[in-house]
């Protein structure tokens, strides 16, 4: 009986370890998934930039599908914004999230809509042919990146 006692409480053990090393985990990965996603968004956005400063060619199309990349990646990192993922907070990796995100919250998720907002904006002018609109348009997309990072990134 006591051995079976025994059994039971080790594997209650094991389950609560195994709970906690879970959690753990979708912590790192939350981290992982919004970095993610902001890389996508950045190798999307800096060949914008390069065509808008005129670095390289306007290619209307390349340009309008990375408009569209970007509207659509703009709706994922919110996601990975979850409770207890501030810098500090994890253990592995960088963590550049400051903790005010999560005091905040509703400020946060109004610049991370600033952000789908002008990015579909974007992508509708970039349809066009008005290049000083297109112009214009990136410049306020690349605002709402810059306006939340300047509060809520660890630099
Ligand atoms: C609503 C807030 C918000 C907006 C809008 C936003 N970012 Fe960020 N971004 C963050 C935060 C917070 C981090 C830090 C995340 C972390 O370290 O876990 C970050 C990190 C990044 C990173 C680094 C990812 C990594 O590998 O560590 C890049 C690149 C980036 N953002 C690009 C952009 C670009 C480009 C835009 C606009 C098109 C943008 N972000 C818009 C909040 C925002």
């Not at 659509?72 to 914004?81: C, D, I």
């Not at 990015?119 to 509708?124: G, I, N």
Request: hydrophobic content about 40%; charged content about 35%; some cysteine.
């Amino acid at each position: 009986m006591k051995a079976l006692f025994n059994v039971a409480i080790s594997g209650l053990l094991i389950a609560s370890l195994s709970a906690t090393a879970f959690a753990e985990d979708e912590k790192e990965e939350a981290v992982e998934y919004r970095q993610g996603v902001f890389e996508a968004i950045k190798w999307n956005f800096m060949p914008m930039a390069a065509m808008v400063k005129g670095e390289v060619e306007f290619n209307k199309d390349e340009f309008a599908m990375r408009a569209e990349r970007v509207a659509a990646l703009s709706k994922m990192p919110l996601e990975g914004f979850k409770e207890g993922t501030a810098m500090g907070e994890t253990e592995e990796g960088e963590n550049d999230a400051k903790p005010e995100i999560w005091k905040d919250w509703d400020d946060f998720k109004g610049k991370m809509a600033a952000l789908e907002e002008e990015s579909a904006k974007l992508a509708e002018v970039a349809k066009g042919d008005d290049m000083d609109q297109i112009k214009a348009q990136f410049g306020a997309t690349g605002k709402s990146c810059k306006s939340c990072h300047d509060e809520y990134r660890h630099k």
